[in-house]
């Protein structure tokens, strides 16, 4: 069975803290994706992966970044998190027809 | 600018009725389309996918139209259920990424 595993379900952080967010697939996908979803707003994409060491920006990359150490973990940084970063973060890999497939999310709160 | 849209953000069925559930896109070059479901507090979850050479697919009680003439996609289910209660995601292929709209939410009334 398909799996993506996002390591942490819900996270209470403070400004300025580093967050570190993590996405794990057993699947052996090359890309690898994440969004962040808020309500009203739908799916925004933040960063993808097509390799290992590889990174894309995607709609909204201000304020993030990634790290693909390993073609299975897929890492998303806030490097100093704000309170407008509060949202659910969503991690997917793709299968080569183009279906992703996505984690459980994570849910950030910036105080 | 592009987008991938929806004609209503939230949509209520009688339990057992069928529930139709539209999406309008925008570019034409599109060739991919995917429909998700997420349920409260979980992530995205695959239904059916379409591809542009096609104008009809259907799954175990889901079907999904495309009309590439009017750049519109929808999603039908038959015989809707309390656990079809969700937020339905329509979603198109640009290049390797998907992009989606903002999502319809189904309620089931009893």
């Known amino acids: 069975d398909v799996k993506v595993t996002q390591s942490s379900r819900y996270l209470v952080k403070r400004t300025g803290e580093k967050v570190f967010l993590e996405c794990v697939q057993d699947m052996d996908h090359e890309n690898m994706f994440w969004y962040r979803q808020d309500p009203g707003l739908g799916l925004r994409l933040i960063y993808f992966?097509?390799?290992?060491?590889?990174?894309e920006k995607g709609d909204i990359p201000e304020g993030y970044s990634v790290s693909r150490e390993k073609k299975e973990r897929f890492s998303l940084i806030l490097e100093s998190a704000s309170t407008n970063q509060t949202s659910m973060y969503l991690c997917?890999?793709?299968?080569?027809?183009?279906?992703?497939?996505f984690g459980e999310g994570s849910r950030l709160t910036v105080l | 600018g592009e987008s991938v849209g929806l004609h209503l953000p939230t949509l209520s069925v009688q339990e057992g009725d069928n529930s139709i559930i539209n999406c309008a896109y925008s570019n034409s070059a599109s060739d991919y389309f995917i429909w998700y479901k997420q349920e409260s507090g979980k992530g995205p979850q695959f239904i059916i996918d379409i591809r542009s050479n096609m104008d009809k697919r259907q799954g175990q009680r889901v079907t999904v139209l495309l009309n590439k003439t009017v750049k519109h996609l929808s999603l039908q289910i038959a015989a809707t259920q309390p656990g079809d209660s969700a937020v339905y995601f329509c979603a198109e292929r640009r290049a390797q990424k998907l992009v989606f709209g903002q999502g319809t939410r189904l309620t089931i009334n009893p």
């Open positions: 992966s097509y390799d290992v060491k590889m990174k």
């Open positions: 997917a890999s793709q299968r080569n027809t183009g279906e992703l497939f």
